[in-house]
């Protein structure tokens, strides 16, 4: 308790200084500006431009200015300023899991889908090895990140279940940003993108290399055997954006090698190296075709690649190529109807050494999404997508809902959903001596029903979601097998809002609390089973004033993560599971702005820390459950960087 006192009253102070400050322009001042932050438009949810309090999904979004204004090293640690998103280590794929709405399915993040500019990036060996991707792409290449808590398969097919997050590139036209940091565990960093915009084609490159020898940590394994070791990281990224008319070109490179604590098995032995690399390369080529004011397709062709390896013996190594081809239609025959439909082809290729064999399957979808204003205040929606995955029946999942805003102000949604994870290599064609694959696993289905009042005004934006699901056919294994078995149910509410009193101060936070049980085809229940917390809540403030002085504090505070059954007879006790404060600061000067310097480049140091109160973070063994504990996050971290801006 004292330690959310703490944090909380670090946050308040910030708060009433930055509030006590005179208000001043916004083109003058706050970068933050009321218009981007209050009347952002989206297009994740529907594919097209609209307000997020228009779009058929509970929204959160997150700009490059805000970014700026809180710090952050990488993608993985910035999603954590989502509401109700825990970013969650295994033993075998550290920062691997970004966890919406308390949801966990083992050591994949194959319940939350990444897009790039709106198309999936995907794995299907596992279909959710991402810490590459959340690691290694280019901070400052983004431009905004626009997150879907919720089911969104109707448009994005498998993955799109529990959350999707799509990182919108920069284009040409934007500020060109370089940052260097040097901080502790010997961590050193290089992120800056460079965009063009001459004779109608646009570009933009980002690069990213950060290097860290990593924190010290001593654990004991299943096997009771004691071992030390730093969780060092090596991630790199290029991202390239390039249009022309109706062309677009995007393609995101990233890799990542990461001290991991046995693989499968936290098993100190059959990794002698304790590391393992992988690398994403995500390329998609696309052209929309605006035929009318009425009617406009888009082509797509995307390549995904996925290369895994492991430093050391040859337990695992594997590399997929997956090929996607889409083709989208959008009508708008009246200022009442807005229209989506299409279809796609999945190709996958691919194998694991040793344990997958060499598999060339695919996967087919069409899908058609509507809305209907009947009057101005309502918004009605449905859709649906049809799946055909190989060797599973076909497959349709709906959603329906309406969106209806009582005054200019007051608004409320009212979404049903359903969403699918399909089965990946590693469930369907694995061969081993204790694992069996089943190449006809039916689908993971979720049923979500979301409720959701908001408010907004000017300077102040305000909402409350209320969510019920169930995910049933869930994917285990079972007596060394992969099979459909029980379903799981969930349900919870989540309180966010963002304020700007004046163009100096910006706040937002959020409140979320979950949920979830298991129950088994017998009818037995477990609670609490995918071991997350029920409580999270976060809380940021950021000022800045005319002197050219920045400064951002942000607190995320989990509650414990829950104990699963014969947790406390494990080997393993490598510290206690309990809650904990993830206190961030960031402070920017701008040295042009403090000595009146009259210049076109913009300099700015900059000093970014991160768990300020350094909390001894430990979690649960969630994936084997062969351990008692896990390290989850470093201690106290403090990073001094020089950025240009030009």
């Known amino acids: 308790m004292k330690r959310i ?6 946050i308040l102070q910030c708060y009433l200084v ?24 989206i297009v994740t949810a529907s594919k097209v431009a609209e307000k997020a309090s228009d779009a058929p999904g509970i929204i959160s979004t997150i700009s490059a200015r805000e970014i700026e204004q809180f710090g952050g090293l990488s993608l993985a640690e910035i999603l954590e300023r989502v509401t109700g998103v825990v970013n969650v280590s295994t033993n075998s794929n550290p920062q691997n899991i970004v966890s919406f709405r308390g949801d966990l399915s ?25 810490y590459a991707v959340l690691l290694g792409i280019p901070v400052t290449a983004i431009e905004r990140i626009e997150v879907i808590r919720g089911p969104g398969s109707v448009l994005y097919g498998s993955n799109a279940f529990s959350g999707v997050v799509n990182i919108i590139l920069k284009k040409g036209g934007d500020q060109n940003k370089v940052s260097t940091y040097l901080g502790s565990f010997g961590g050193a960093s290089v992120d800056g993108s460079v965009n063009i915009d001459k004779g109608g084609v646009n570009v933009m490159i980002g690069y990213k290399n950060f290097e860290e020898k990593g924190w010290s940590f001593k654990a004991t394994d299943a096997m009771g055997a004691k071992d030390t070791a730093n969780y060092e990281e090596k991630n790199n990224g290029l991202a390239v954006r390039v249009g022309y008319k109706g062309l677009t070109i995007n393609s995101l490179i990233t890799e990542s090698t990461q001290t991991i604590f046995g ?27 605006k035929f009318s004011e009425k009617v406009t397709t888009k082509v797509n062709a995307t390549l995904n690649s996925f290369d895994l390896k492991l430093i050391g013996p040859a337990v695992a190594s594997g590399n997929s190529d997956d090929i996607i081809l889409e083709v989208s239609n959008f009508i708008r025959p009246t200022d009442k109807w807005n229209i989506v439909f299409g279809a796609s082809g999945y190709k996958q290729t691919g194998e694991l050494v040793g344990s997958v064999p ?30 055909k995955i190989q060797g599973v029946d076909v497959n349709l999942v709906p959603r329906v809902g309406a969106i209806y805003n009582f005054t200019k102000n007051l608004g409320t949604k009212v979404l049903y959903g359903q969403a699918f994870r399909a089965a990946y290599a590693i469930e369907t064609n694995i061969k081993s001596a204790v694992i069996e694959g089943n190449p006809n696993l039916n689908p993971e289905i979720l049923k979500n029903l979301d409720v959701q009042v908001f408010y907004s005004r000017t300077k102040l934006e305000l909402a409350a979601t209320y969510f019920d699901n169930r995910k049933e056919d869930n994917i285990t294994r079972l007596n060394g097998k992969f099979v459909n078995a029980g379903r799981n149910e969930a349900h919870g509410f989540e309180l966010e809002g963002k304020y700007v009193p004046n163009a100096s101060v910006y706040a937002n ?11 088994a085809d017998n009818g037995a229940v477990t609670e609490h089973a995918s071991l997350m917390p029920n409580h999270v809540a976060k809380l940021g403030v950021g000022f800045q004033n005319r002197r050219g002085l920045s400064l951002g504090l942000y607190n995320m505070y989990v509650s414990k993560f829950h104990s699963f059954t014969g947790q406390d007879a494990l080997p393993g006790h490598n510290g206690e ?68 801006k030009f």
């Not at 930055?18 to 438009?41: I, K, P, R, V």
């Not at 961030?584 to 040295?591: D, F, H, P």
């Open 5 to 10: 006192l703490l944090a909380s009253c670090l």
């Open 18 to 41: 930055g509030f006590a400050q005179e208000e001043m322009s916004l083109d003058t001042l706050y970068s933050l500006s009321l218009e981007e932050l209050m009347n952002m438009n």
């Open 106 to 130: 083992g050591e994949s993040n194959n319940h939350t889908l990444l897009l790039i500019n709106g198309r999936p990036n995907r794995e299907s060996i596992y279909g959710g090895i991402d």
């Open 263 to 289: 693989f499968g098995s936290p098993i100190w032995f059959n990794m002698p190296n304790k590391t393992t690399f992988s690398r994403r390369v995500s390329t998609d080529i696309g052209y929309e075709l």
């Open 358 to 387: 060499k598999y060339n399957k695919g996967w087919y979808n069409g899908y058609v999404q509507a809305d209907y204003r009947p009057v101005a205040p309502l918004k009605l929606i449905g859709g649906f997508q049809v799946n």
């Open 509 to 519: 936070g959020s409140y979320a609390y979950q949920t979830n049980k298991l129950v």
């Open 577 to 644: 599971t309990k809650s904990y404060n993830t206190l961030s600061a960031n402070v920017n000067l701008s040295i042009p702005k403090i000595f009146a310097l009259d210049m076109q480049e913009e300099i700015i140091l900059s000093v970014y820390g991160t768990n300020l109160l350094d909390e001894k973070i430990n979690i649960p063994d969630v994936a084997s459950r062969m351990v008692y504990s896990l390290p989850g996050k470093s201690g106290r971290a403090i990073y001094a960087s020089a950025i240009v």
